[in-house]
């Protein structure tokens, strides 16, 4: 089984501010997905970004950025340049590659951006 | 354009009175999945439908069932809701291979109050 760690409960930056969010791992599978996951307050769900284990490079998605390191079992997630609507609930989360399993997800790190 | 869609959004019932909620997806994907999200915690996989093969968790208790007819809807029945049962239901669906396999796509959930 598949353990997802995040060790920030909450975070509190001021808008335009640089900020990472930790996240570490562990599995004894080669085959996996990693994501973070965004859940402002009352609203869905919704993808941040995804990487997939067998690629070295980190994926970037305009403001957002990964640092995977695959040996150390760790996939932080940095936000440059904070705004307001970033304020949420954030969490990493693990898949098995080539099936149908379910998410497995850290604790959440609630982050707060300052006006 | 809602592409997971859950009814209701909240939902109130009483102590013991059956209770069904709703997800359906305009995305054609093939596995749909409930997640249990209680206050302030993490997503909890219940279990889910990889077509029309059921899978459920080793720890999803009994009271818990769910229906896919179709492709596009999946029910969660709560068969005799508890107090305990009381939290947020995310209904979720993935493509299992391609380009945008095992990342999931979340509804906006159904927020379940047990008086």
């Known amino acids: 089984a598949q353990t997802v760690t995040q060790s920030q409960p909450e975070m509190s930056v001021q808008e335009a501010e640089t900020v990472t969010l930790s996240c570490t791992y562990d599995?004894?599978?080669?085959?996996?997905?990693l994501f973070w996951y965004k859940q402002p307050p009352s609203r869905q769900m919704i993808l941040v970004i995804r990487?997939?284990?067998?690629?070295?490079q980190n994926a970037t998605e305009n403001r957002f950025s990964v640092n995977f390191q695959k040996a150390a079992k760790s996939f932080s997630l940095k936000i440059s340049d904070s705004q307001l609507g970033d304020t949420a609930m954030y969490f990493c989360?693990?898949?098995?590659?080539?099936?149908?399993?379910?998410?497995?997800f850290g604790k959440g790190t609630h982050l707060i951006i300052q006006p | 354009d809602a592409m997971v869609i859950q009814n209701p959004r909240y939902q109130v019932t009483q102590f013991g009175k059956p209770v069904t909620l709703s997800c359906s997806q305009t995305?054609?994907?093939?596995?749909m999945y409930w997640y249990q999200q209680k206050s302030s915690q993490a997503p909890k996989l219940l279990f889910h439908?990889?077509?029309?093969?059921?899978?459920n968790e080793a720890d999803t208790p009994d009271n818990f069932q769910s229906r896919r007819p179709n492709t596009s809807f999946c029910f969660l029945d709560i068969r005799s809701p508890g107090l305990g049962d009381a939290a947020m239901y995310l209904c979720?669906?993935?493509?299992?291979?391609?380009?945008?396999?095992?990342?999931?796509?979340f509804g906006a959930g159904t927020r379940l109050s047990v008086l």
């Open positions: 979720a669906t993935s493509r299992v291979q391609g380009r945008y396999g095992n990342i999931q796509y």
């Open positions: 599995t004894s599978e080669n085959n996996y997905y």
């Open positions: 990487q997939e284990a067998y690629k070295q």
């Open positions: 989360a693990f898949v098995k590659g080539g099936g149908a399993d379910g998410l497995t």
């Open positions: 995305l054609n994907h093939n596995v």
């Open positions: 439908y990889y077509d029309k093969d059921f899978n």
